[in-house]
């Protein structure tokens, strides 16, 4: 500071020592010039002496001068040197105040010192920002801005006291976001200097506990301070089971005269099973919840019981829910009962409360609406119910349906019930009813009313066309009422009996009718048994039914069926021409059965009369052929064999014969089992095998390897075979072939033998089947018409079908489809 004064003096006197020197020498000059003058003028004597006096001064100014500036020299020096150990010790201040600033700020800490009042404090260092002290100067001097309320305070308070008595302290304080500094408060050189360091470690973890010790201090000073102003007993045990503090409630209920007196003797508010029950309830989980019975001043009461379960023991609260206890059970017995009710009603209810959600409803609702149960028990509002109504078009289809459904919630702000009806788009209609509550909300009744409106359209649909049909029937109808009197008629019923209709139209009693009716036919017995179908009082009434021959020689059937209300309708129907018919047809038929049987005993006695003489031409005939028997003539052989092949076919159409009438009889049964395919098709054509050399034929099988076998009547396909196999070769040409195929399906075995002769005529495919019905084709030979019948019958008894196909000139095909296994048929036929 001084060196700095000296540097700024010599540099304000520096400029006028200058002056002065140069001022000095230019008087000396001057001084000079003028002696050397006037000492070559004529006055040079006389002025000698003054020129003397003034040498003297300009010499004795000069020489001061010079001193002074000498004199100004050192000073300067002085100043100069003064002015660098000046600079040299406030370096050295500086490095200091340098090295004590940066030990402040390496330790996490920061200073503030205050001097004299009115002056600002010194704030040094600064503090880790996970502490929550913000660097800035003046954020951090406003204490309360980043301490908890009650830390600022406290701070705010050591300090003032520091400050103004000079006691130390060394305080925790805990900032906003959670974390603590410690605030240590000394005096040094005459201030005051606060030290703020971030804990951490053990220091930390002890402030953090001190804290928590603290808070739940306060916490379990407020939990008892409530525990002992409510009504609810609470408790507290220790490790061992027992009660270790209870508070006022708990002693007033097991009357105790205080809660320590309760703890002392250890008198228990719930006995043994429920203590035993809490126990069990604790199994795998902290926190047990029962609602238990406990008798309390002599009165049992039921308590909603919480006990938790902790490392230092148990505690627990006991809540009186004997009231809503009792009126929950009551409110749920009315539920449960207005919910059955409504499930049992058709008609759907639903009913939302004031806060337009849905709060019950029955089953006809969900079903009406198709709603789920999930949705609906989550209590929507009612517009998310119409939204879903509308989604599955269970709503009237609206062109606007926003200002349609506001309109429809109106109904909340209503003191009348309301009506709407809906025509919803699958042809439904509902009536909806809309009943506001007293105390809020909204019971919504939706009438499903589509059948009674199409009942009542049906009904009067129905009386029109029942009004038609009665007038148009050809059956006389009339209904009478309970009182005997004729309540309804048609014409034909006026036609019938030849009534008048004006006669009708005053409705008559039955009495009345029955005497116009007796001119036609006059009956008492008869009219009495009608009379009292109709009008008598007999509880049991049944229908009745007869038949009148009237005298103009109509007949009359009538029948009388009773009707609800003791009403009864009589019919009469003119069967006179059907009367007749049936007759003509019973003489018929019986003159046909009696032809049908004589029919049948012909052909059984005639095929029985021949066979017995067939069997004996066939048996004498081939002894005669017999060569050990005796030799025969050549033309004697060749008859032979004539009466053999004449008598072996003539067997043949007897034994076709005698199963026809075996089949017609229902006496044939059929001997089912295992028939092997490939083993019967080959006996089939061995039978035929001499017919088709004769007839120079190639036969063709097409039978698929392992076909296998299949469950019928062996004898009766071999037989189905052979007769196809017959037809066939009866109805081909020389030299041509015939094909048996045989398949396999799922369900049946197909048989089919297609020949290559002429075919069969369309007019008479329908009849080929038909006993006796046969006919010449070509060169072959009509035979008896009895094999393709055989063939129908026995397919038929194995529940099977045969079919033709044929076209003129292209031969023809039969198929026979035979069960794998035996239909009923076959088995009844057994």
């Known amino acids: 500071m001084d060196g700095t004064r000296g540097a700024r003096r010599w540099s304000l006197v520096r400029p006028h020592l200058r002056q002065t020197l140069l001022a000095a020498t230019s008087l000396t000059g001057l ?12 006055v040079a004597a006389t002025l000698n002496a003054g020129n003397t006096a003034l040498t003297s001064a300009l010499l004795g100014v000069v020489a001061f001068s010079v001193l002074g500036a000498m004199a100004l020299m050192r000073a300067r020096n002085r100043a100069e040197a003064e002015n660098a150990a000046l600079k040299l010790r406030l370096a050295d201040f500086k490095a200091g105040a340098d090295r004590a600033e940066a030990l402040v700020d390496a330790e996490d800490q920061r200073l503030v010192a205050w001097s004299a009042p009115g ?90 506990l001190e804290a928590r010790h603290h808070r739940l201090t306060e916490d379990v000073e407020a939990m008892r301070a409530l525990f002992q102003a409510t009504s609810m007993p609470a408790w507290i045990r220790g490790r061992d089971g027992k009660l270790s503090w209870v508070n006022n409630a708990f002693a007033r209920a097991v009357e105790a005269r205080d809660p320590v007196d309760a703890v002392t003797r250890n008198l228990e508010f ?140 109106t109904a909340y702000q209503s003191l009348d019930a309301r009506e709407h009806w809906w025509h919803l788009p699958d042809g439904q209609t509902l009536r909806v009813l809309a009943n506001p509550h007293p105390q809020g909300g909204i019971t919504w009744i939706y009438e499903n009313v589509t059948e009674q409106l199409e009942l009542e359209s049906r009904y009067n649909a129905l009386s029109r066309v029942q009004g038609e049909t009665l007038d148009h029937l050809a059956e006389g109808v009339a209904v009478f009422g309970s009182d005997g009197r004729l309540r309804l008629d048609n014409p034909a019923f006026a036609r019938i009996w030849r009534l008048d209709p004006a006669f009708l139209a005053g409705h008559p009693h039955i009495s009345e009718v029955e005497r116009a009716c007796r001119r036609l036919h006059d009956a008492p017995a008869a009219w009495t048994r009608f009379t009292a179908s109709v009008a008598g009082l007999d509880e049991g009434r049944a229908p009745t039914s007869g038949r009148m021959e009237r005298s103009d020689g109509r007949v009359v059937d009538y029948a009388t069926v009773p009707l609800p209300g003791g009403q009864t309708m009589v019919t009469f129907m003119d069967v006179s021409d059907t009367v007749q018919v049936e007759r003509a047809l ?138 196809l196999l017959s037809n066939a070769v009866g109805f081909s040409s020389l030299g041509s072939s015939v094909v048996l195929s045989a398949s396999r399906t799922a369900e049946a075995i197909v048989f089919s033998v297609e020949d290559q002769g002429p075919g069969i005529a369309p007019e008479f495919l329908a009849s080929v089947f038909d006993r006796f019905e046969s006919r010449a084709a070509g060169s072959a030979r009509g035979g008896a018409g009895l094999g393709l019948a055989i063939v129908k019958s026995f397919v038929e008894l194995h529940g099977g079908t045969v079919s033709i196909r044929s076209e003129e000139g292209h031969g023809t095909e039969v198929s026979v489809h035979l069960p794998i296994r035996p239909t009923e048929l076959a088995v009844a036929a057994e």
């Open 270 to 409: 719930l006995d043994t099973a429920g203590r035993e029950a809490i126990g069990s309830g604790h199994d795998g989980q902290p926190v047990s919840e029962r609602r238990l019975p406990a008798i309390v001043a002599g009165a049992r009461r039921i308590f909603d019981v919480v006990d938790v379960v902790s490392g230092t023991g148990s505690a627990g609260i006991a809540i009186d829910a004997t009231e809503l206890e009792t009126v929950q059970n009551q409110m749920k017995r009315l539920v449960e009962f207005h919910a059955r009710t409504l499930d049992q009603l058709a008609t759907a209810v639903a009913v939302f409360g004031s806060d337009r959600r849905l709060r019950s409803y029955n089953a006809a609702f969900r079903s009406l609406f198709g709603l789920e149960a999930g949705f609906l028990d989550s209590q929507p509002d009612e517009s998310a119910v119409l939204d879903r109504m509308r989604a599955s078009r269970r709503l009237p289809e609206q062109a606007d349906f926003k200002s349609w459904r506001n309109d429809l919630l």
């Open 586 to 723: 019973t003489d018929r038929n019986e003159a046909l059965e009696a032809a049908d049987g004589l029919k049948n005993a012909f052909i059984q006695h005639v095929s029985y009369e021949l066979r017995s003489p067939l069997t004996n031409i066939i048996g004498f005939t081939q002894l005669l052929s017999d060569v050990s028997i005796g030799p025969l003539t050549e033309k004697q052989q060749e008859y032979t064999g004539y009466i053999l092949s004449s008598s072996g076919a003539l067997l043949a159409i007897v034994n076709d014969i005698l199963d026809l009438a075996t089949v017609d009889a229902g006496i044939i049964a059929l001997e089912l089992g295992e028939v092997d395919i490939e083993r019967t098709v080959a006996a089939a054509i061995e039978g035929v095998r001499d017919r088709l050399q004769e007839s120079q034929l190639l036969l063709q099988t097409r039978i698929p390897a392992g076909i296998g076998s299949f469950i019928a009547d062996e004898k009766r396909v071999r037989q189905i075979l052979y007769n």
């Open 31 to 42: 001084a000079l010039s003028a002696g050397e003058a006037l000492a070559a003028g004529p």
């Open 119 to 208: 002056e600002p404090p010194l704030v040094m260092g600064r503090l880790p920002k996970s502490c929550g002290a913000p660097e800035d100067r003046s954020a951090f001097l406003a204490f309360g801005a980043w301490l908890e309320p009650m830390a600022a305070s406290s701070l705010d308070t050591a300090i003032a006291t520091l400050r103004k008595r000079g006691e130390t302290f060394a305080i925790t304080l805990e900032t906003g976001n959670g974390s603590f500094v410690e605030a240590v408060g000394r005096t040094a050189g005459g201030r005051a200097v606060v030290r703020f360091r971030d804990l951490s470690g053990d220091r930390l973890a002890l402030a953090e």
